[in-house]
């Protein structure tokens, strides 16, 4: 079976740093997605990593370490729209996610 | 580019009638794509995936007599909702997968449509 697990909530302040982790047991890994969702919408891609060590892409990155089978999203410079669901996807298609993070950001 | 669109975008219904959903890759060729379902304060789960021409496959739990899927083409697959009741009452995600051969960032391969939120009453 594949499971990917990270924590139900966050909360953190506007302007600081948080960083969502994210362990899985896969059968086969091909790489770990992230995905952004607000209430009422749809997932949003934000990152992915293949291989070990860092993406960054603005003011999100993520990291991978395939022989600790885990990641995390970090978010800087945290800004009231960021609260949402955070979900990690894998290892390939179709996607499987993990139960989610809800990240609120508080004044 | 890359864009899945999914209609209805809000549907409600009374229980006992059914109800479809497309879902369609608007400018790629898609020959899979995937039923999600998503409860409230929930994951997305997996119901089944279509494969262009062949029978959709179902995951465990998962009717196939109740959830009928459809593939006809590259750029179509329908989800209908067959007798539905209150529990099934959720948000049903299609997700479609580009041909291998046009896949051009390996990131992201797997398209998501907007949603379809269904109430049944």
């Known amino acids: 079976g594949q499971s990917l697990e990270q924590p139900s909530e966050v909360t953190a302040v506007e302007g600081a740093i948080v960083q969502i982790n994210c362990t899985y047991q896969?059968?086969?890994?091909?790489?770990l997605s992230w995905y952004q969702q607000h209430d009422g919408g749809a997932p949003t891609f934000l990152s992915y990593?293949?291989?070990?060590g860092l993406e960054e892409t603005g003011r999100f990155s993520s990291f991978l370490s395939r022989s600790d089978s885990y990641g995390y999203l970090l978010l800087q410079e945290l800004q009231m729209k960021d609260s949402a669901s955070y979900f990690c996807?894998?290892?390939?298609?179709?996607?499987?996610f993990g139960k989610g993070t809800r990240l609120s950001v508080i004044a | 580019g890359a864009v899945v669109s999914q209609h209805p975008s809000w549907v409600i219904c009374k229980s006992g009638t059914s109800v479809k959903i497309e879902c369609r890759s608007l400018?790629?060729?898609?020959?899979?794509m995937f039923w999600y379902r998503q409860f409230p304060k929930q994951s997305l789960m997996l119901m089944a995936t279509?494969?262009?021409?062949?029978?959709?496959?179902?995951e465990q739990g998962v009717e196939k007599d109740k959830f009928l899927i459809n593939h006809a083409s590259l750029t179509l697959s329908t989800l209908t909702v067959t007798s539905a009741h209150p529990e099934d009452s959720s948000f049903y995600i299609c997700?479609?997968?580009?041909?291998?051969?046009?896949?051009?960032?390996?990131?992201?391969?797997?398209?998501f449509g907007p949603g379809t939120r269904l109430l049944v009453l």
């Open positions: 997700s479609a997968r580009r041909r291998a051969t046009e896949i051009k960032r390996v990131q992201e391969t797997q398209y």
């Open positions: 896969t059968s086969g890994f091909y790489g």
């Open positions: 990593n293949a291989l070990d």
């Open positions: 996807a894998g290892p390939n298609t179709p996607l499987v």
């Open positions: 400018d790629f060729q898609a020959t899979t």
């Open positions: 279509s494969n262009e021409g062949s029978k959709a496959t179902y």
